[in-house]
């Protein structure tokens, strides 16, 4: 990717459901040291409830029914 050719190591996940996103999001700051610049972009499916934003995985079809479930099964 073009960010690699600058020097940035890449985390890619693609299609993901809420366990492997969390794994993958875990790698991701598990990677991260002291004065790293860090880029972290994700594109998905996201909501805002309220306030708060939301990162929505592949497998939580949960999140239709009921805005309440967010805080549950969504990121």
């Known amino acids: ?3 690699e050719k600058i020097g940035f190591q890449v985390t890619v996940g693609i299609n993901l459901t809420y366990k492997k996103m969390l794994q ?9 040291n002291k004065n790293d610049l860090v880029l972290f972009f994700f594109s ?7 306030d708060q934003n939301y990162l ?20």
């Open 24 to 32: 993958k999001i875990f790698q991701f700051i598990r990677q991260i």
């Open 56 to 75: 929505v995985a592949v497998d939580n079809q949960c999140l239709i029914d009921d805005v309440e479930m967010y805080r549950h099964h969504a990121i």
């Open 1 to 3: 990717t073009e960010l």
């Open 44 to 50: 998905g499916h996201g909501v805002q409830v309220g």
